[in-house]
């Protein structure tokens, strides 16, 4: 994938055209985005970082690129975003092992009557 084609595409023309014919939702997601800058409790590195470990949990290949070049304008390094890559890939393992304890507990349900 051409990541940097991909994403100009997605802010320079997909966007838009759904700005276009929704313009009410894209102003909420930016309504959205730009909150958590408002009250500067994290700097912006942090958030592109966080933004970072959401987009892999939500499998987005537009946030990846977009917030991918954000954390890199915000100084993150490659070590930081590997780090917190890291942290959503054990939050997703320990969900995925939760939720087997929930397999299990159907399966014990249907050895009790009613």
């Known amino acids: 994938m051409d990541w940097n ?4 595409h997605l802010t320079g023309h997909s966007l838009g055209n759904l700005a ?3 313009p009410d939702t894209i102003k909420g997601v930016v309504t959205l985005n ?4 408002k009250t500067n409790r ?3 590195k942090t958030r592109e970082l966080i933004a970072l ?7 987005c290949d537009g946030c990846i ?3 991918a070049a954000e954390a890199e304008k915000a100084g993150a390094t490659k070590e930081e975003i590997a780090e917190a890559l890291g942290v959503a890939i ?8 939760i939720y087997a304890t929930r397999v299990m507990d159907a ?3 249907l050895k009790k009557p009613g």
Do not use: F, K, S
């Open 5 to 8: 084609a991909y994403r100009t």
């Open 20 to 22: 276009a014919l929704t």
């Open 34 to 37: 730009n909150a958590a800058e």
């Open 42 to 44: 994290l700097d912006a």
């Open 53 to 59: 470990a959401v987009a892999i949990t939500t499998r």
């Open 65 to 67: 690129t977009i917030h």
């Open 90 to 97: 054990a939050l997703n393992a320990g969900a995925a092992t």
């Open 107 to 109: 399966l014990e349900a």
